[in-house]
């Protein structure tokens, strides 16, 4: 297998991406700046397996710095980039809007720009759900419309999705945009709802609920994700020669690019994500009813085909195994019930 260059190695997909794509053989090239945006502890966990495996080099490294980031693509030479780092969260970019211009956007032309320096073969990079803010036509489609984002969030992964294209315009550079829907399991951030939830209830708290529960949430297992993107990698884009001009599809191109959905396509109620939690928890959960936060969406549900007729993905993990297998190991991890 290839090398394997993979920014946000320390993070949630990113952790999971590099773990498997060692157990295949490969060997990879992992950075991170080990932020602290949320317990940098679980990071260095993340990390000190990682460091176990045999084909594998950290560097600690911010994106931000163009310098550094060069040496490391001039040192290593990736021929395949999975670039997940990035400064996630959508209630925290109200708050925090330079934090996502700094690392979602000059971080990303950065690698953008090492990979054209460098000839890297294929850039794989995270973009997100989120992207089809205002958009309700369900499943949501890559080729829908993504012109009305609802956070600074979504707009800096829809910059990144415009910004690929024009580097796989401009330089013929393979680019893959992963549209990940509300991915889950085992090593998961602790600012997502499930991690959240769980801890929460363990400790008697309330959890608060938005929108009365009315939303609905296309739950990816983590194991799924990286079973779509492990795939991916060796796969880069070729430029669509039937591409219409006249009737541009956003998601492919006459240049080497493509955006997917990666996500379930089986979106669930969130108050039966609670439910399924409180009965492997063996606890009932304290409900805190909260209004619709800003930046937030009601639903999401992915329309997966092309990249089940790109690649064969196909998820097979249930909320009713995944989250069980999240406790296992926050039990684990954290504490005993």
């Known amino acids: ?7 946000g190695c320390a993070g949630f997909i990113g952790f999971h991406a590099a773990a498997r794509w060692l157990k295949e053989g490969g060997s990879v090239i992992g950075i991170d700046n080990l932020g602290d945006y949320y317990d940098p502890s679980l990071k260095q966990s993340r990390l000190a397996l990682l460091e176990k495996m045999p084909g ?85 489609s890559v080729s829908g419309n993504v012109d009305h984002p609802v956070s600074l969030y979504a707009a800096t992964k829809k910059a990144n999705e415009l910004m690929a294209h024009s580097y796989s315009h401009l330089f013929g550079i393979p680019t893959t945009g992963l549209r990940f829907f509300t991915v889950y399991g085992p090593w998961g951030r602790p600012d997502m709802a499930l991690f959240k939830f769980t801890k929460a209830i363990i400790a008697g708290e309330p959890i608060t609920v938005y929108n009365n529960g009315q939303m609905k949430r296309d739950f990816t297992y983590i194991d799924d994700i990286v079973d779509g993107i492990v795939r991916l990698i060796p796969h ?102």
């Not at 163009?66 to 990035?86: C, D, G, M, N, Y």
């Not at 070729?238 to 998601?251: Q, V």
Request: charged letters at 20%.
């Open 1 to 7: 297998m290839t090398q394997l260059l993979v920014t």
């Open 56 to 140: 594998f080099t950290f560097v600690k490294a911010g994106l931000e710095n163009k310098e550094q980031l060069s040496r490391i693509f001039e040192t290593s030479r990736p021929e395949k980039v999975l670039h997940l780092a990035a400064q996630p969260g959508v209630r925290h970019s109200i708050d925090n809007p330079h934090a996502y211009i700094d690392a979602n956007i000059i971080g990303f032309l950065n690698v953008l720009e090492a990979c054209r320096k460098y000839g890297t073969g294929h850039l794989l990079y995270a973009s997100s759900s989120s992207v089809y803010g205002a958009n309700t036509a369900m499943p949501l």
């Open 236 to 337: 880069a884009p070729m430029p669509d020669p039937t591409w219409d001009r006249s009737n541009p599809d956003p998601s492919s191109s006459y240049a080497p690019y493509r955006i997917y959905n990666i996500g379930n396509n089986k979106p669930v109620k969130l108050l039966d994500f609670i439910a399924v939690l409180e009965q492997a928890l063996g606890r009932k959960a304290i409900i805190e009813w909260a209004p619709m936060q800003p930046g937030d969406v009601l639903d999401t549900c992915a329309d997966i085909d092309p990249l089940r007729q790109e690649i064969g993905f196909d998820p097979r993990t249930p909320i009713e195994e995944g989250i069980p297998r999240f406790v296992e190991w926050y039990l684990s991890e954290y504490q005993k019930v």
